[in-house]
């Protein structure tokens, strides 16, 4: 039996990890692009997320697989169940890290855990730049509250309307 593999990474910024894929996963619409998989690595079940894909490999090296796919996509209650394991413990460091200052109430891993979004009990006002700033740091991602009746949307700057150079005149056609 030929042995499948993919890539995937258990980060945004994280390494590309070698993994074996289990025949009876390896044709499943699970394993594709930036699908979530159950991973065992070094010992420890660890959620990842496909980076490369089976059909993307043309050649796999010469080297062991570093991890091993258990499971694969959001219809696996493995993989379900361990997502949610990893939003309660970020939801306990952040309990943690503010104390009594907020009311947390739940903390979500967006699919590549580069941004954790944090639901408060109530909107934070004051204390909300330097509670972030705190938990960016214990997290290294970005993070977003949510509250009832509204959440955060994130600030892209505002995109001027002339660009230098491009000053409009009222004689232009």
């Known amino acids: 039996m030929i042995e499948t593999f993919c890539l995937v990474r258990t980060s945004r910024n994280g390494p590309l990890l070698l993994a074996a894929v289990p025949f009876d996963l390896a044709s499943a619409d699970a394993l594709g692009l930036d699908q979530p998989v159950l991973l065992d690595y070094q010992g420890e079940q660890v ?33 379900v169940a361990a997502i949610a394991r990893d939003n309660a413990a970020a939801l306990q460091v952040a309990r943690d ?20 979004t944090v639901t408060l009990d109530q909107e934070a006002g004051d204390q909300r730049e330097a509670i972030r700033d705190r938990l960016a740091t214990a997290f290294r991602a ?31 056609p």
Do not use: K, Y
Not at 49 to 76: D, H, K, M, Y
Not at 157 to 171: C, F, H, L, T, Y
């Open 97 to 116: 890290l503010v104390g009594n200052q907020l009311a947390l109430r739940d903390a979500a891993w967006h699919w590549d855990r580069a941004r954790l």
């Open 47 to 79: 959620v990842g997320f496909v980076a490369v894909t089976s059909e993307q490999i043309r050649n796999v090296p010469e080297v062991p697989p570093a991890a091993s796919v258990l499971a694969a996509g959001f219809g696996s209650s493995d993989v």
């Open 142 to 172: 970005e993070i977003r509250f949510a509250w009832p009746g509204g959440e955060e949307v994130p600030d892209l700057g505002q995109v001027p309307e002339a660009g230098p150079g491009r000053e409009e005149s009222a004689e232009s």
